[in-house]
């Protein structure tokens, strides 16, 4: 089994699944929080050294139920690299049912309809897409490379060819004053698009991002903490989703909340609410955040 060769990321859900690496780095690399692959040049494995691990994984894991493409985007390769590299897993690896991946909206578009459904035919799911806004002047601000009337028209086509993805959201991704203007075009987007999974996160750039830059220099401002929570509760207060999960769980988030939608809107609103009183004495302080997953540690 060959080694990674660069610190390799993953959702948490995915800590049991088997990472199978196929590409290294990120195909866009042009987000401007993101510092994650930075030191990767893009490439793609192989195909003679993805099957070796394919088969070695069957041999040594014959009950693999789960596989997790690696690194940062492998929806990126061509559909028919990726029914390449699936047929193989089904031939090597038969207990698989599952084979996942993170996934851009850029990805989607190099695909079509048909190719979609031959893909989610052969086990792709539950993809892990940085969406990130709705905004057009928050996509630009983050470097992602597409609008929003394209993100809503690609989801929308892995939405209809049956593939399920959990949409990663970034609160404050349009700096200070214009989160509940971000908070309204990503609940319209999301409303269109209805992920399974939705993932919140606050803004964040680590040390040798661009964003990290405009950060220190005053050129983006970060929300304050009531501006944070006005943020997720204009969100959650437009979201229309008709069987979706939602987890503002991740550490850079104000209020940790978990649920079903539509079921525990109002739950979610009143927890909201009593994070807010919990709060009230610091709303117009700052997150001091750190690392590169942004985690709060206190507010300034
Ligand atoms: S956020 Fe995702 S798509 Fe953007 S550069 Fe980082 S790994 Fe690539």
């Given at each position: 089994m060959r080694e990674y060769e660069t610190i390799t990321y993953r959702p948490p859900y995915e800590a049991r699944s088997f990472l199978l690496q196929v590409t290294r780095?990120?195909?866009?690399?042009?987000?401007?929080?993101?510092?994650?692959?930075?030191?990767?040049?893009?490439?793609?494995?192989?195909?003679?050294?993805?099957?070796a691990d394919i088969i070695e994984a069957g041999r040594l894991y014959p009950d693999t139920k789960r596989v997790f493409l690696e690194h940062g985007d492998p929806f990126c390769l061509s559909a028919d690299r990726l029914t390449e590299i699936a047929e193989a897993i089904h031939r090597y690896m038969p207990a698989v049912q599952t084979i996942a991946m993170y996934a851009s909206v850029k990805n989607i578009q190099t695909k079509t309809d048909a190719e979609l459904k031959r893909l989610r035919a052969l086990g792709i799911n539950d993809l892990n897409i940085g969406v990130e806004s709705g905004l057009d002047e928050a996509l630009e601000i983050l470097g992602k490379g597409y609008t929003a009337v394209q993100a809503e028209y690609e989801l929308k086509r892995l939405t209809d060819a049956g593939i399920e993805y959990g949409a990663n959201v970034i609160f404050g991704a349009a700096g200070r004053g214009l989160g509940k203007k971000n908070a309204e075009a990503t609940a319209g987007l999301l409303n269109a698009a209805q992920p399974n999974t939705v993932f919140t996160g606050t803004i964040h750039a680590s040390p040798g991002a661009p964003l990290y830059e405009d950060m220190r220099s005053g050129k983006f401002r970060d929300s304050t903490i009531g501006e944070y929570l006005d943020e997720e509760e204009t969100l959650l207060s437009g979201l229309e989703l008709?069987?979706?999960?939602?987890?503002?769980?991740?550490?850079?988030?104000i209020s940790g909340l978990k649920g079903r939608l539509p079921g525990d809107k109002e739950r979610l609103l009143s927890e909201l609410s009593a994070r807010r009183a919990e709060l009230s004495g610091i709303l117009d302080r700052l997150p001091a955040k750190k690392g590169e997953e942004g985690i709060i540690l206190g507010y300034v």
């Open positions: 780095g990120c195909s866009h690399g042009k987000c401007t929080f993101c510092t994650m692959y930075r030191g990767t040049p893009f490439t793609t494995d192989p195909f003679e050294d993805v099957l008709k069987n979706s999960r939602y987890y503002s769980t991740h550490p850079s988030n």
